[in-house]
């Protein structure tokens, strides 16, 4: 069974660009969730998808955004960059709401310069 | 925001000792994890506690809960070097559409 993966590994962009990132979950996994993780620091929730629905989103700005596709996969979309969005985002997926364990990729490191 | 806070911030004991880990959270819950993040990478699930459960096993791992007084706690036995990592527990806020909400986590360094 693939697990979660997340492209680009690595994504550099520069102040003021847009910034989309992918998300592809575990096969037969209905929800996804995005997590902000800046250097050294824990895990800020970011955005939660089930079913095509965002369910809930984390105390960040619009320019925040994303969407679920069909298949379940998803994009994290961050518009009009700047230097602290720099971090690693992670993904991570799950059967259903709540409850169940949540499996993560691997992340992708956005820097921004 | 964050719903759980993990204490201590960083734990360095040797090879062969036991870790313990705490996280507190603020609010109602169906359930409380436990995660493990190796430098950089994505977060591996390592145990689930129900919050009718007060205590679990799996292997070298043993979790409690005490929901009255909304903290956790999770002991590693016999601590190995490979145990090095970053240690987060993760609440779903049975009052916030169930979303998964993560501490800042533990860093643990078990020297050889």
């Known amino acids: 069974e693939a697990g979660v993966t997340q492209s680009p590994t690595h994504l550099i962009k520069t102040r003021g660009q847009q910034a989309t990132l992918r998300c592809s979950p575990i096969s037969g996994h209905t929800s996804v969730y995005w997590y902000q993780q800046a250097l050294g620091l824990g895990l800020q929730f970011l955005l939660w998808y089930d079913e095509g629905e965002e369910r809930n989103r984390g105390n960040f700005p619009p320019r925040f955004s994303g969407r679920q596709f069909p298949n379940y996969s998803s994009e994290l979309n961050v518009n009009a960059l700047e230097l602290e969005d720099s971090a690693l985002y992670l993904c991570?997926?799950?059967f259903g709401q709540g409850v169940l364990a949540l499996h993560f990729g691997n992340g992708t490191r956005l820097t921004v310069t | 925001s964050q719903q759980g806070e993990e204490d201590p911030q960083a734990l360095s004991i040797q090879e062969g000792e036991n870790a313990t880990m705490n996280c507190s959270y603020k609010?109602?819950?169906?359930?409380l994890q436990w995660y493990r993040q190796n430098s950089g990478r994505g977060l591996v699930h390592l145990i689930l506690?129900?919050?009718?459960?007060r205590e679990k096993h799996s292997g070298r791992l043993r979790v409690t809960l005490d929901t009255s007084k909304k903290s956790s706690s999770l002991l590693i036995t016999a601590s190995r070097a490979a145990d090095t990592a970053s240690y987060f527990c993760?609440?779903?806020?049975?009052?916030?559409?169930?979303?998964?909400?993560f501490g800042a986590g533990t860093r643990l360094t078990v020297k050889p």
């Open positions: 506690i129900r919050s009718n459960e």
């Open positions: 993760a609440t779903d806020d049975l009052y916030n559409n169930n979303d998964m909400r």
């Open positions: 609010t109602s819950i169906n359930n």
């Open positions: 991570a997926s799950s």
